[in-house]
């Protein structure tokens, strides 16, 4: 089919890709940012258990989690301005871009959502009692000692997010935007040399992977410094394994799942 | 002063307190004894409104809440008139002993830091753990939890101190520990109000003593007269199991 393969490539295209990541990262670090609010919004509902509120956000949880992001993406772009027509709002000269960073928003807001109640839940309501009792309002004992434990918490799964997030960018494509798979397609077809323009792409998804979790997890031992001073060495070491393991099921999951509906 | 009238508090169709009233008088010791279920814990929490009680009223220091219809600003202000000490200790997990300590000076007094790390050290000092500074609740024992609980407490000067049945959760070998610095703040004229099993402890700290059985007082008085010679039978009969005379009888 293509070109017989030659390594050289591989490096040239290396070099070729990396302007279009920063399309890439755009999408992720806008797409998470509206994600954790949208995610804030939703989880708050499920955490105070307001009545009605809590069954459009167990709605808006099951649609996420539950369809494609791919089908998602072709929702919103070609749905989306079919239903704004009907209220007289002409969005066809919004860039494809915008729509893309608002699926991928609402995608991992949902995500975020989970993440968040189970983060919030897992910091002891003791604390919470201990707070009111010194006499702290709601806000500031949420502020003050239920937040900054939860997000300690919640890293690892951060992580998790932010990098499924990264690689399912590389659907954007099929809404032609030109990010880095995007990019690869059309140096793949021009060369014909498909399997060296593949191989650079995974490099650059890989390191930037690789790079995310190594920061996350500096940042979780930051957070749990006022847990990390108990466990002995041993214990620490266990405590590393346990994290790669997890690390390791990160990277599975996408692998495993919505990188091959594409 | 401190005065509880009719208060009352259900868990669903599960009526814990029937309607208490107690009086406790300023720089009073007050413990509260009784089987498991009778409602002590759940009275101490609804006292400062941890536990939202059904109906009822309460006044500590003039200042007077009624717990049918409570808006936002007196709840807030009796959390502030009361401190309490958990069971749990509850101590903030991601703060270490000194910032559990100032943090509600900082935050609820808005004292500046200088003069809230100060008194923080001081009141650390003195449940002696002045050399306990900067460690995290993981890494001190529990009844060096405990006692960054009764600092905390402490700290924010309050009209009363609640205890939740404070040594509950520690090694035997720890109570006495937590014991001494509870007997120690009691002798400085704080009012206490203590939820507790140690029958000894109580006879020996408090100076009043209220036994509860099913959601109401069965009896109160001075700790000689209910220890050595209750008047009610159910009292009689609760003493008579936790002090069978060194035999335990099953």
Do not use: W
């Not at chain 1, 939703?42 to 167990?58: D, E």
């Not at chain 1, 839940?121 to 502020?143: H, K, L, P």
């Not at chain 1, 490099?203 to 990390?228: A, D, M, P, Q, T």
């Amino acid at each position: 089919m293509g070109e017989p393969f030659d390594i050289s490539y591989v490096f040239e295209y290396l070099v070729k890709l990396l302007p279009t990541l920063k399309i890439t990262l755009l999408i992720v670090v806008s797409s998470i940012v509206i994600g954790l609010g949208v995610g804030f919004i939703v989880a708050l509902p499920q955490l105070y258990k307001i009545p009605i509120l809590r069954r459009f956000s167990q709605v808006y949880l099951s649609f996420f989690r539950g369809t494609p992001i791919l089908i998602q993406l072709f929702l919103f772009y070609y749905g989306l301005p079919e239903i704004l027509k009907l209220v007289n709002l002409d969005v066809a000269k919004v860039p494809a871009l915008y729509f893309v960073i608002l699926t991928y928003a609402l995608h991992s807001g949902a995500y975020m959502a989970e993440m968040i109640r189970a983060a919030v839940g897992a910091v002891d309501r003791g604390q919470v009692e201990a707070a009111y009792s010194v006499g702290m309002n709601g806000f500031q004992a949420f502020t003050r000692i239920v937040l900054p434990q939860a997000m300690a918490i919640a890293i690892p799964v951060f992580a998790n997010l932010v990098i499924a997030n990264l690689k399912d960018t590389s659907l954007a494509f099929s809404l032609g935007i030109m990010e880095m798979t995007g990019k690869s397609q059309t140096l793949a077809v021009m060369s014909r040399h498909f399997v060296e323009t593949y191989i650079s792409l995974a490099i650059i998804y890989f390191v930037i992977s690789f790079g995310l979790e190594k920061l996350f997890h500096l940042l979780e031992r930051k957070l749990l410094k006022h847990e990390r001073r108990i466990t002995t060495e041993v214990k620490e070491q266990q405590v590393k394994l346990g994290k790669t393991k997890r690390s390791l099921l990160g990277f599975g999951y996408s692998r495993g799942g919505r990188e091959n509906e594409a | 002063m401190i005065k509880l009238t009719q208060i009352k508090k259900s868990f669903g169709r599960n009526e814990v307190l029937k309607g208490i009233d107690l009086t406790v008088k300023k720089g009073e010791v007050v413990a509260i004894l009784g089987p498991s279920g009778s409602g002590k814990t759940t009275l101490l929490r609804c006292i400062n409104y941890l536990e939202k009680p059904s109906d009822g009223q309460i006044t500590i220091d003039e200042f007077t809440v009624n717990y049918k219809r409570p808006d936002k600003k007196d709840i807030h202000t009796l959390r502030q008139k009361s401190a309490m000490v958990f069971q749990q200790y509850n101590l903030f997990k991601h703060k270490t002993a000194l910032e559990n300590v100032m943090e509600g000076l900082l935050i609820v007094k808005k004292l500046p830091k200088e003069k809230a790390r100060e008194m923080s050290v001081e009141l650390l000092d003195k449940v002696g753990l002045g050399n306990k500074l900067d460690a995290y609740p993981s890494e001190l024992s529990g009844g060096q939890q405990q006692r960054v609980g009764i600092a905390r407490a402490l700290a924010l000067n309050p009209e009363v101190i609640l205890f939740d049945e404070p040594t509950s959760a520690l090694d035997p070998e720890l109570v006495g520990e937590v014991l001494g610095v509870i007997r120690k703040i009691a002798k400085e004229g704080i009012t206490m109000i203590i939820v507790t099993h140690e029958m000894s402890f109580a006879q020996d700290v408090a100076n009043h003593v209220v036994f509860m059985d099913g959601g109401v007082i069965v009896e109160e008085g001075k700790p000689s007269e209910i220890f050595n010679n209750p008047k009610e039978e159910r009292t009689k009969q609760f003493f008579k199991r936790i002090t069978p005379d060194g035999v335990y009888s099953i």
